[in-house]
């Protein structure tokens, strides 16, 4: 309205300050005027999703910014968009070309499913074309919207720098995992602050979710992170985050083993190809804390499977042994990193339906980095034919130096072996060079048909799309942290599903069967505990979404626990449909997930004790025997307290089930 404004006053000065006949000027001059007043006010566009609720506004004048409505309550302000190649910004004074729209309403079958073995992806999408061989696509669903730009050059680019700016109306809170550098595996604990609050200083990784009014929540992060580094959040003017970059690595140090530290970086943020797609810059929005567990955002937003055959692959569970440190006892061996107790694993995950376990530090010399030759102690050969006469497949633990500096060698030795997956660890960077260290993984490992579990990672980004083979990451304050601190505990637990679990599968790593209150817990390296309630470990199979699933604790922990191991013995690691029944951001979770003709129920609350009424109207007409598994009534003094009962259900019933503070509750449903 200001720019029509001062367009018409430079009209009427022009008109009275000259001695034209309004007649004779006729339409031609109407004509100058109005480019003239398109000139001075720019373009707009609007793009809404199917549903109408969300709606995406995009202003073209001395630059290119977008802003958001949800319902129509503005809850991203005008935001700039630019990208600066080869010395020029792309964005400044942009002149359109062209434009087009596009509506996909399509059900997408995911080779591995996680929440749901169908996704029905429904968006309207607006492409624009600027002079300058540039575009910017949007795109709007119903639970959020994202867009990315996109180039054409001839020539290779050299991106120099990328304006991403988040501007919000208010001063909403926001919870930021906040990172201490770049150099990070984003196993952060999560702080709220206001905008006006957010320390100047700190830097964010991602997912970061903002509260907006009326409980509408708005998660940031990213899809389709390919050749380009990942972004960070920190504080920018006024009610604004701005995006900082890992620039490219020009220098690196060995200050251990297993970590590469970047000490200087080039001036530049990425070199690539000239013609390409950026990363999607994506917002999830849902008035109901319910709906972040259920998006599927960053899949959809990113590119889909390639050309290599994935249907090998095959999720399940796996026998961990660092958690526990090798302490296996009753037994007449010495336990430790050696094959006598690995085929002691073996034994136990054939016993109890579990697919796969996994040795980790300590099979190769960490000094040496040999991948080739294992220590004396671990007969590699022997274990694999021995998991493969019991059923069970064995993923080996690696640092990702040690790989790089034999990629192909180990990779080969890797498949000759026969082993099922790698765990790739200590990455800790998503710079450009690293990000496409682990597609380069991805790939190399598709090709000998191994799984990949990246630990020490960034966040998710889309790459399990394209290579299904990638079946987890870290990236999440889990369960380990409990050798060590008091960080992974029920109030980090309920804060997870709604932000990291947004941008993929979690490796938690749960099953903790020594569980503590807070007030008798003790961080103990080799004998750790976890804390909250027993109930509280078994919901996470449910709740935590990770198609690879660990069991951290000792096998002979397991095997004298027999009730919980009916449970874990049968939990499935992918689901056919998923219903977030209940749910409130950091406080409390109910989900429900099927998995062929059964269902499982978990629930976890945080410190505060709490009772929560499930509806089991999700089920279909029957009747249905439901094993559960409750927080005892000394729980809350005693975490190791539960009770199992069985009981029948029906689609009408409703249950009011109770959780110790910390607790949790979880239950199999099968029809009678």
């Not at 700039?80 to 509506?103: A, F, W, Y």
């Not at 708005?218 to 995006?243: H, Q």
Request: aromatic content about 12%; some cysteine; overall charge negative.
């Amino acid at each position: 309205m200001i720019h029509m404004q001062k367009a018409f006053k430079i009209m009427f000065y022009i008109f009275r300050n000259t001695n034209c006949n309004l007649k004779k000027i006729g339409l031609s001059f109407f004509s100058v005027v109005l480019l003239f007043i398109n000139q001075v006010a720019g373009q707009e566009f609007t793009l809404k999703s199917p549903a109408g609720n969300n709606e995406v506004q995009i202003r073209i004048g001395d630059n290119i910014s977008y802003r958001v409505l949800h319902k129509g309550e503005e809850v991203l302000s005008f935001s700039p968009i630019s990208i600066t190649i080869n010395g020029m910004q792309l964005g400044e004074n942009p002149k359109i070309k062209k434009q087009n729209s596009v509506t996909v309403d399509r059900v997408i079958e995911p080779v591995v499913r996680v929440k749901r073995a169908e996704i029905v992806e429904n968006y309207n999408q607006l492409n624009l074309t600027f002079k300058g061989n540039f575009g910017v696509r949007f795109r709007a669903y119903n639970d959020g919207v994202a867009y990315r730009i996109e180039t054409t050059l001839k020539k290779d680019a050299q991106v120099d720098e990328e304006e991403l700016v988040y501007n919000f109306p208010e001063n909403f809170k926001g919870n930021f995992p906040i990172s201490d550098g770049f150099f990070s595996h984003q196993e952060r604990t999560s702080f709220q602050y206001s905008l006006d609050g957010l320390p100047q200083k700190e830097m964010s990784c991602l997912p970061v979710l903002m509260h907006v009014n009326n409980g509408v929540k708005l998660a940031i992060t990213e899809a389709d992170l390919y050749d380009y580094p990942g972004f960070y959040l920190k504080k920018g003017d006024g009610n604004s985050l701005k995006a900082v970059f890992p620039y490219y690595p020009l220098k690196t140090i060995r200050p251990r083993d297993r970590d590469v530290k970047v000490v200087e970086r080039e001036p530049f943020m990425a070199k690539t190809q000239g013609k390409r797609t950026y990363p999607w810059r994506l917002m999830v929005i849902s008035d109901d804390d319910t709906e972040l567990i259920e998006n599927e955002l960053v899949y959809l937003l990113s590119r889909e499977q390639n050309e290599i055959d994935m249907d090998w692959v095959k999720p399940g569970k796996a026998s961990w042994d660092w958690y526990n440190a090798n302490n296996v006892y009753g037994v007449d061996f010495k336990s430790g990193f050696n094959t006598e107790t690995y085929k002691y694993y073996i034994d136990f995950a054939s016993r109890s339906n579990i697919e796969y376990i996994i040795i980790d530090e300590g099979w190769y010399d960490i000094e040496t980095g040999d991948l080739l030759n294992p220590v004396d102690a671990i007969r590699m050969e022997e274990l694999i034919q021995y998991g493969k006469e019991k059923g069970v497949g064995i993923i080996l633990w690696v640092t990702w130096k040690a790989l790089e500096d034999q990629f192909e060698d180990a990779m080969d030795k890797f498949q000759s072996w026969d082993i099922k997956g790698i765990k790739v660890d200590f990455m800790k960077r998503d710079d450009q060079w690293m990000v496409n260290y682990y597609e380069k993984v991805a790939r190399g490992a598709a090709k000998r048909k191994l799984l990949v579990d990246f630990h020490g990672s960034y966040k998710p980004s889309g790459l399990r799309r394209a290579y299904p083979n990638v079946i987890t990451s870290e990236g999440v304050l889990g369960l380990e942290q409990n050798k060590g601190s008091t960080l992974a505990n029920p109030e980090n637990n309920l804060i997870i599903p709604f932000t990291r679990m947004l941008a993929g599968p979690m490796d938690y790593t749960p099953g903790a069967m020594a569980n503590a209150q807070k007030e008798n817990h003790s961080p103990i390296f080799e004998r750790p505990m976890s804390l909250g309630t027993r109930c509280h470990q078994l919901a996470m199979f449910v709740v935590y979404e990770s198609p690879l699933q660990m069991l951290a604790d000792t096998p002979s922990r397991y095997l004298k626990e027999t009730e919980a191991m009916e449970f874990l013995s049968v939990v499935p690691t992918v689901w056919d449909k998923t219903i977030a029944l209940d749910a409130q951001f950091s406080d409390y979770i109910v989900v429900a997930r099927k998995s062929g003709d059964d269902w499982y129920v978990g629930a976890m609350t945080d410190w505060t004790a709490r009772d929560l009424e499930i509806d089991f109207s999700f089920l279909n007409e029957g009747s249905y025997t439901m094993t559960l598994y409750q927080d005892g009534v000394n729980a809350n003094r005693f975490a190791e307290d539960y009770k199992r009962l069985e009981l029948e259900v029906t689609p009408s019933d409703k249950k009011t089930i109770h959780l110790a503070p910390g607790g949790g509750w979880v239950a199999r449903i099968v029809r009678k």
